[in-house]
T-cell receptor, first 113, second 115 residues
């Protein structure tokens, strides 16, 4: 069975600081990878996704993530965070040949103005 | 508007009662999912269905039941056997695995409180 590990449970940054949230997964086969974001009081929504091709993927609001297959990692980055990035962030993986997706425990990001 | 609708938004239940949470989607997605979200524990998969009239247990299926009689609908019943049912429940849908667009679309959630 696959698993997803998000190393940072709560991250506090000042505006304009750089962000990197760690995500590692365990699964022996091919996977699709996702980052989702949940802003306060809103639906969970897709931030970015990786299916194949260029391992550096760009998402909404200036976020990007890099898939490093050898490290089973899919870390999320943003060079300069804003107060409006305050939210909970979830990494998720779904094997390409199976129906069950797995989410990490989530990282709460607080950006101080 | 295409999307996923969960109802009700808030639900209160007495101990010992079963309760059914509704989830409807008009995205024409084959796959549907139920998650439970607890603080510090992320999203845990309860049940999922990849096609009508078929569903599989997720990681925490005990005390829950589902049905998938229609493509658009995937109701979740929280039974009295669920020992700790107070939680936030999220429904999601997606295209099935193996397709390009397998990202999940989520509903607004139902907050269930047992009193």
């Amino acid at each position: 069975a696959q698993s997803v590990s998000q190393h940072n449970h709560h991250v506090i940054l000042s505006e304009a600081a750089s962000l990197e949230l760690g995500c590692n997964y365990s699964y022996g086969g091919t996977v699709n990878l996702f980052w989702y974001v949940q802003y306060p009081g809103q639906h969970l929504q897709l931030l970015l996704k990786y299916f194949s091709g260029d391992p550096l993927v760009k998402g909404i609001k200036g976020f990007e993530a890099e898939f490093i297959k050898s490290k089973f990692s899919f870390n999320l980055r943003k060079p300069s965070v804003q107060w409006s990035d305050t939210a909970e962030y979830f990494c998720a993986v779904i094997p390409t040949n199976a129906g069950k997706s797995t989410f990490g425990d989530g990282t709460t990001l607080t950006v101080k103005p | 508007d295409g999307g996923i609708t969960q109802s009700p938004k808030y639900l209160f239940r007495k101990e010992g009662q079963n309760v059914t949470l509704s989830c409807e989607q008009n995205l024409n997605h084959d796959a549907m999912y139920w998650y439970r979200q607890d603080p510090g524990q992320g999203l845990r998969l309860i049940y999922y269905s990849q096609i009508v009239n078929d569903f599989q247990k997720g990681d925490i299926a005990e005390g829950y039941s589902v049905s998938r009689e229609k493509k658009e609908s995937f109701p979740l019943t929280v039974t009295s056997a669920q020992k700790n049912p107070t939680a936030f429940y999220l429904c999601a849908s997606s295209m099935p695995p193996g397709r390009m667009n397998t990202e999940a679309f989520f509903g607004q959630g139902t907050r269930l409180t047992v009193v």
